[in-house]
């Protein structure tokens, strides 16, 4: 059974120029997060693209990944799909790769109907023998499924042990959720570009799952909070706040523009459609770091 907690970074798939897969890129990508003190690693969320990477670029790189980490931290794989079978065959490569569970977007074929829904994850769990996580976010990328539900769902799967909440107010749903499923899950994890992390984390959040680029102060924020101490944990959050609010609008285009600052990869192309930063998003995103620059210095990696 995974034991996973703490900070699980999701993965962006990098691409050269031409829209290609950068193996190189996304394996720097990779180091630098187990560097940075990551509890785990996740390939592919909604943070990768997935749903612009083709059937034979998500096995591919899902093997890649899972060789790259080779067991240093737990790999998470993303298997979310339309149908049952593509959920099974990532799950199930994931599996393959070393992966200890497999995240699974609610897919919206099935909001009204939890008997199929239920079936789904049956069905995932079994074709990979691995823990299964549910991430239930809001539409249009998900479902947003009520509490209920999510909890009747992990008590119906067997395999079903963890939830990513990210429907708002998370906060208050990750409380409720952990009252309700009880011992039918091992975990409850926020998400949301880690926003919110520490109203989830005083709710009960055993971890939270952001994308990648500030991985170490999120390590360290999360490492306070553990500690007792509370205050450092806030510092850190709300100097990272503003940074995170321009992402939730940018996306993967902000993650992979401060990554290639840091060195880390040589193009910031995106696949996804969604707003690019002009010359006034950069030079504000030059403030931001700037302000940050004390704490997290581009020119010095982990890894």
């Known amino acids: 059974m995974a034991n996973l907690k703490g900070v699980l970074p999701i993965v962006p798939t990098i691409f050269t120029g031409t829209g290609a897969i950068d193996e190189s ?30 059937r034979e670029e998500r096995l591919h790189l899902t093997a890649r990944i899972g060789a790259w980490i080779d067991g240093r931290v737990p790999f998470v794989v993303g298997a979310s799909a339309a149908t049952a079978d593509d959920a099974v065959a990532y799950a199930a490569a994931g599996a393959a790769a070393g992966a200890a569970a497999a995240m699974i977007l609610t897919p919206k074929a099935f909001a009204d109907d939890p008997h199929a829904m239920a079936d789904f994850f049956r069905a995932a769990h079994a074709g990979s023998g691995i823990d299964i996580m549910v991430q239930n976010a809001p539409a249009p990328m998900g479902v947003g499924m009520s509490l209920d539900k999510v909890a009747e ?16 107010p998370s906060g208050q749903r990750i409380t409720r959720l952990t009252e309700l499923a ?21 709710r009960g959040a055993q971890g939270t799952m952001p994308a990648c680029e500030i991985t170490e102060l999120h390590v360290a924020m999360l490492a306070r909070y553990a500690e007792g101490d509370e205050k450092g944990a806030r510092d850190l959050f709300e100097r990272t706040l503003p940074l995170l609010s321009m992402q939730a609008v940018f996306r993967w285009r902000l993650t992979k523009e401060v990554l290639r600052r840091r060195g880390l990869i040589d193009d910031t192309f995106v696949r996804a459609p969604g707003a690019a930063l002009d010359r006034h998003d950069m030079a504000e995103l030059d403030a931001l770091l700037a302000r940050l620059a004390d704490i997290f210095p581009l020119d010095q990696v982990p890894g």
């Open 182 to 202: 009880g011992p039918a899950l091992d975990a409850v994890f926020g998400g949301a570009g880690a926003r919110y992390v520490i109203d989830e984390l005083a």
């Open 25 to 54: 890129g996304t394996r720097r990508v990779v180091d630098y997060i187990v560097a940075a003190g990551a509890q785990g690693v996740v390939f592919p969320g909604l943070a990768s693209e997935y749903d612009m990477l083709t």
């Open 153 to 168: 769902l992990a008590r119906a799967v067997d395999g079903v042990r963890f939830v990513k909440e990210e429907t708002p």
